[in-house]
């Protein structure tokens, strides 16, 4: 059923018009970041690291034309009115908890151009939105925190679900994103027939952009990353010059590909 549904993205003509973005240039670039629920300044310890998170977004703001947050709290409202000032058009994607209460594990989109169609979908244990751009549809997801099959099922139930919307959306192909919360090397080639069509993908560090980090990195243990299908996808460093991939694992940390 993989197999069928991703082979039909070959020659599936978007149904709506472009974005007036570096799409039009024939590629696209993401970012995405967890960030740790750093969405309150409250508290000067809050706040302090409010700044640092805010001043990274502005740079991100500069080398992408969609950025995911992650782990945005229910202080979402007032996060959009504080990143205003990334010129960016800002969306607050609040989500619910299992129980349908309040969630600490919300999202925040940030575009530019036209404004994207962001909703929350599935029925997974943790967090999926949906990023309609007209062409492509994206998926940016917190999966699971367990490192195991928990999280694994997760994931191939987020790309089943992502590849059957764009494909009846009639979109020209789908990209996943986010905090996998399974490690990216513990996919092995048993798993290629349920993940037949779509392809992973490593960030990478700004000091070595053209290798991605389980070449690079001393712990290999990658856990944020991508999945494409339909489309190119390439990593793209967070940061032109601060490598903040050189972290012990490469978990909340701001990450970036291009589409195309």
């Known amino acids: 059923m993989l197999r069928m549904t991703f ?15 570096r799409e039009s240039e024939g590629f696209m670039d993401i970012g995405f970041w967890n960030i740790q629920r750093a969405s309150s300044w409250s508290t000067p310890k809050a706040a302090d690291r409010y700044g640092l ?9 500069t080398r992408f034309d969609l950025i995911v947050l ?16 990334t010129k960016m058009w800002c969306n607050f994607v609040p989500v619910a908890n299992k129980n349908g209460g309040v969630s600490p594990c919300s999202f925040m989109v940030l575009s530019k151009g036209v404004k994207v169609q962001a909703e929350t979908v599935g029925d997974g244990k943790r967090p999926l939105i949906f990023i309609d751009t007209g062409k492509i549809l994206i998926g940016a997801c917190h999966a699971i ?7 694994k099922e997760e994931i191939l139930d987020m790309l089943y679900h992502l590849g059957e919307t764009a494909v009846s ?15 990216i ?15 992973r993908c490593a960030p990478c560090s700004a000091l070595n952009p053209a290798k991605p980090l389980p070449q690079t990195h001393k712990l290999g243990r990658v856990i944020d990353y991508a999945w494409f299908a339909g489309v ?10 601060d490598d903040w991939t050189d972290w012990d694992v490469i978990d909340h940390t701001p990450i970036g590909f291009r589409v195309a």
């Open 70 to 85: 992650a782990e945005v709290t229910q202080n979402g409202p007032a996060l959009v009115e504080k990143l205003k000032t």
């Open 232 to 241: 190119g996808g390439s990593a793209r460093s967070a940061s032109a010059t």
């Open 7 to 21: 082979a039909r993205f070959a020659g599936v003509a978007s149904a709506r018009g472009g974005r007036e973005t």
């Open 145 to 151: 925190a367990t490192q195991g099959e928990p999280s």
């Open 185 to 199: 090397e513990k996919w092995t080639k048993f798993d290629n027939v349920y993940t037949e069509g779509w392809s």
């Open 53 to 61: 998170m805010a001043t990274w977004v502005a740079e991100m703001a």
């Open 169 to 183: 959306n009639k979109r020209s192909g789908a990209v996943l994103l986010g905090d996998m919360n399974y490690a």
